[in-house]
């Protein structure tokens, strides 16, 4: 069964009182043995009163027993079962216990009155009840005539199946404990469903008194006994409630009389409509226990799992003085009207002050907010709970200090009270784990009280342990570390050739060549050159995104142990354990939802950056487009555009800003998505690129029909979309009309994959006879030659120490050869004229000289192995083409 005390008390104190005072017969030996107690007669336990364990074993099965056998011994209960089968919620105040004592005294009269409901529908005679007085000792029992049926350990109630319902008082000592002539009565079995008012007790006249329902018998006790115990004037006349059964009982009322016969029917019928309309759940017991649900027992087929329990956190604000006077003038009436209508008499209002009627956000709190401190999770102080806590419960207990030096006092809060208006902002966090793929996620919504509304947004981040497909993202990624290596290599190079040709040409040149406006042009001269300052840029580029790819590697390498670790730590956490306290369960499971934000945190951040590297490098790959003409549309078309675009920007910023202030300033306050600068931009970048968007002129709402409403869509779509984005359009499209005009009347420009091809083949022959650097070719033939035209003489001087770098006129041959199989080289048609100049008749002398040396060249190939051949032209008349 239950045992309940009276809170002046405690069920140590009481065992110890019982075992102390149990009865020590003359043949308390032999009464014991027969009832099969080995711990018999008085014991002392009171110095293990604060030792539960020592106690429990002290006190043993000792139980009080009667005198003569004749007696039933089930009248007693195991004074440590008063300790065992306590059940500290139902302990009550009794404080008035005293006075109450003292009128029952003299009136020599007492009653007990309830409610009782059976919990189950076997049909069993309920109720049955134990009153035990401070020596420990029963005096008086409800039950059945025979026996008290305890309570099943395993099945968790007994059922007393007896037909004759009993109130027995208990006799003196003198009289040897036994039972007085008891008041019974043929009780209906309860079942579940159905509610039986009971009163017992003992009547002014000392005769026992019992009443159940419509039932009502009394009985004389002094038959033969020497009467009832004497009625203590004082807290000893009730320690112990002791309840068998599964049955539910409504509070317990306690009278220092015995009613009349009238009496208790009237309280009877006035009790009978309020119980009848407590009937419990829709569903009533009865039904729901004869209603058999088959139970399932499919697999479980879901691909995540609930990792631990789902947290509830929250960002507050200390309360302050609102800024307006006006509201706080308000808030004082609210309060004054209160005050006088709802806690005037004959109500009350304790701590109704300000506070209670309305409350302004201050700054973030960070002290003590419903019995806890502020976690830190995520960079932010934030206070921590279990969504099931506040779900689904209406009450819970919570350390409460009332100063900062005094101790904390347990209190009980109302869950609705943990969000309210001082909250800036509340998530619902949950941790799920995919056993099958290794990947931990947490699902976050988050509610946000800004700007007088709540908005509600998700997310969804995942920590993968990467075990999956490792080796072929690891030969990836290695593979791309290489490439960025070689990268890096050949930026460093590219480099290295642009510093050491400007230190070559230093000596050469005057000091006025090298101011800004000198080197500048003298970059812009060649288009071959890249600028210092764009090869140091590529080359720390590749040493950072170098540096990107190593950390990712060995991120993606050791995610696998910090999933296993996380998911180690929640499982070791023992939630059914008795021996950790709630704090500390809390606390390690905080602990870890903490690491885990900061795991995700620290992946957000990798991947963040990857991602502005990966378009970085996107926009570097594209830049490189600008190499050939053809592939070059992009780039090309944005540098002639620049200029108009910068002007069109400017233009374009100071119109769509301004329609983004007044839709916030006239709609902000009606329309969520446009409660911001920011998110009214949002909203007329869309209606623009995918027109109307969000701001239709036909709205079905009531917005839809304001004038003002009309006006500035209208005007929004007309001028942004019909106006600005054709603007752009236009620009963009006339950029890209020069750009391919350019590039048609751009002879020399084939298409890109015959470059690609010549490209190779020049490289191949320049590694092989040793051409000399672009940059020296162009330089001797913008700087120290004045023709057009080009032959093998202007590109190589027998005998000369210097000249432009070919090593053998085998080497510039080769050269010649190669740029004379485009034909675009060795057009002549644009030089052309009615009346020849001496530059003309120069030019087709050196056209004439070079077809005449490809034709010695031919010759020679046809008669290979014959002597050589020879030279047509002396050195002196190679040096008076010149």
Not at 303 to 331: G, I, W
Not at 494 to 519: P, Q, V
Not at 556 to 569: A, E, H, M
Request: with cysteine; net charge negative; proline share 4%.
């Amino acid at each position: 069964g239950t045992t309940c005390l009276g809170k002046s008390t405690t069920p140590e104190r009481e065992a110890i009182s019982c075992a102390l005072n149990a009865p020590n017969w003359t043949n308390v030996a032999a009464r014991c043995e027969e009832e099969g107690i080995k711990n018999c007669g008085p014991r002392d336990c009171s110095r293990f009163e604060f030792d539960r364990a020592a106690l429990l074993g002290c006190l043993g099965d000792t139980q009080w027993v009667p005198e003569k056998s004749t007696t039933r011994s089930d009248i007693f209960m195991p004074c440590r079962d008063i300790i065992l089968l306590h059940e500290p919620t139902c302990d009550w105040d009794d404080s008035w216990l005293d006075d109450f004592a003292s009128d029952a005294n003299s009136n020599g009269a007492w009653s007990l009155n309830f409610w009782v409901e059976s919990l189950s529908s076997e049909g069993c005679l309920q109720p049955q009840m134990r009153l035990i007085g401070g020596d420990g000792g029963t005096f008086s029992l409800l039950g059945g005539v025979e026996k008290f049926t305890p309570d099943d350990a395993v099945l968790g109630a007994g059922c007393n199946q007896e037909e004759w319902l009993a109130h027995m008082l208990v006799g003196k000592k003198s009289d040897g404990y036994r039972i007085l002539p008891e008041a019974d009565l043929a009780a209906p079995k309860a079942v579940s469903g159905r509610k039986h008012f009971t009163l017992f007790g003992r009547k002014s006249n000392g005769w026992a008194g019992l009443h159940y329902d419509s039932l009502h018998t009394e009985e004389n006790v002094f038959s033969n006994t020497d009467g009832p115990q004497p009625i203590p004037t004082d807290k000893s006349f009730l320690r112990v409630i002791n309840v068998l059964g599964d049955i539910r009982l409504s509070p317990l009322q306690l009278r220092s009389d015995y009613p009349s016969t009238a009496a208790i029917v009237l309280m009877e019928y006035e009790q009978f409509l309020f119980q009848s309309l407590r009937r419990g759940p829709t569903h009533p017991l009865a039904m729901q226990l004869n209603h058999k649900i088959e139970r399932s027992v499919d697999p479980f087929t879901e691909k995540v799992m609930l990792a631990a329990p789902p947290l509830l956190t929250q960002m507050r604000s200390m309360q302050q003085d609102c800024d307006a006077h006006f509201e706080n003038n308000y808030a004082k009436v609210v309060m004054e009207w209160g005050q006088r209508y709802q806690c005037s008499d004959p109500y009350s209002c304790s701590g109704y002050d300000l506070s209670k009627v309305y409350r302004c956000a201050g700054d973030q709190e960070t002290g003590s907010y419903f019995g806890m401190l502020p976690e830190v999770i995520d960079g932010e102080q934030q206070y921590v709970e279990y969504l099931a806590t506040i779900a689904d419960n209406e009450l819970v207990m919570r350390p409460i200090r009332r100063g900062s030096d005094d101790p904390p006092a347990e209190q009980l809060l109302q869950t609705d009270d943990f969000i309210d208006v001082l909250t800036s902002r509340a998530s619902i966090s949950a941790i799920f784990y995919s056993n099958d793929y290794g990947i931990l996620s947490l699902l976050q919504i988050t509610f946000q009280t800004q700007e007088g509304r709540v908005s509600a947004s998700y997310a969804v981040h995942h920590l993968a342990e990467a075990s999956r497909n490792l080796e072929s993202f690891s030969a990836g990624m290695i593979l791309c570390i290489l490439l960025t290596l070689a990268w890096l290599v050949c930026s460093t190079r590219s480099l290295r050739a642009t510093f050491r040709g400007l230190r070559s040409k230093a000596l050469g040149r005057s000091l006025t060549e090298w101011t800004m406006e000198g080197i500048r042009q003298r970059f812009n001269s060649h288009t071959f050159v890249v600028p210092p300052w764009w090869s140091v840029g590529e080359m720390l580029f590749a040493a950072a995104f170098l540096v990107l790819l190593v950390t990712t590697l060995v991120d993606r390498q050791t995610v696998s142990g910090r999933v296993d670790d996380l998911i180690g730590r929640l499982i070791s956490i023992d939630w059914e354990s008795q021996s950790a306290s709630f704090g500390e369960k809390k606390t390690a499971y905080v602990k870890v939802f903490a690491d885990i934000m900061d795991h995700i945190w620290g992946d957000s951040v990798l991947v963040n950056v990857t991602l502005v590297a990966v378009l970085a490098l996107l926009s570097v790959v594209v830049s490189f487009t600008s190499c050939h003409p053809r592939i070059a549309l992009i780039t090309r078309t944005l540098k002639v555009a620049l200029s108009d675009m910068v002007h069109f920007a400017l233009l374009f910023a100071v119109v769509f800003l301004g329609f983004a202030i007044i839709g916030t300033w006239r709609f902000g306050s009606r329309r969520q998505d446009m409660r911001s600068v920011s998110a009214t931009c949002r909203v007329q970048f869309d209606a623009m690129l995918g027109p109307p968007g969000d701001l239709f002129l036909a709205s079905q709402n009531e917005e839809g029909d304001a004038w003002e409403y009309l006006i500035y869509a209208a005007a929004f779509h007309s001028v942004c979309f019909f106006f600005l984005l054709n603007f752009c359009l236009a620009i963009i499209i006339d950029s890209y009309s020069k750009v391919i005009e350019e590039v048609r009347e751009n002879v020399t420009e084939q298409d890109i994959f015959s470059d690609l091809y010549y490209l190779c083949v020049k490289k191949w022959l320049a590694w092989r006879h040793c051409w000399p650097s672009e940059a020296n070719l162009v330089e001797h033939l913008e700087n120290e030659l004045n023709s057009r035209y080009v032959t093998t003489d202007m590109l190589y001087w027998a005998g000369e120490e210097e000249g432009p770098g070919f090593k053998t006129m085998e080497d510039a041959d080769t050269f010649m050869e190669f740029y004379r199989q485009l034909s675009f080289l060795t057009d002549t048609e644009d030089v052309v004229h009615e009346t020849p100049t001496v530059e003309d008749v120069a030019t087709f002398q050196c056209l004439t000289l070079q077809k005449l040396e490809q034709l010695i060249r031919t010759v020679k190939r046809h008669h290979n192995g014959l002597a050589t051949l020879p030279n047509l032209l002396s050195p002196a008349d190679r040096m008076s083409k010149v």
